[in-house]
């Protein structure tokens, strides 16, 4: 498998990747496709790996939290 990171992929490629890993998104569904993909946009501009993306979701998810609460150093509690 080829490198998934920021620094080894394009712009494209990080579309392709999303849109291959979430399947069709313009299918007829009620829209829960498309908010993944804007849950990774972040990836696909290059200014979050996937990674991260799936740990702050999990930790959102796994916690209950809202919207986690951004410091001077990242995000808290």
Avoid at 25 to 37: F, I, P, Q, T, W
Avoid at 46 to 67: L, P, T, V
Wanted: charged letters at 30%; hydrophobic letters at 30%; a negative charge.
């Amino acid at each position: 498998m080829e490198s998934i990171l920021i620094k080894d992929t394009t712009r494209e490629q990080r579309e392709q990747i999303v849109a291959e890993s979430i399947g069709n998104v313009n299918g007829s569904c009620d829209g829960c496709a498309s908010a993944l993909v804007e849950m990774y946009q972040d990836y696909i501009d290059g200014k979050k790996e996937i990674r991260d993306i799936n740990m702050e979701f999990r930790a959102h998810y796994e916690s209950g939290m809202e919207i986690p609460e951004k410091s001077e150093c990242g995000y808290v509690k």
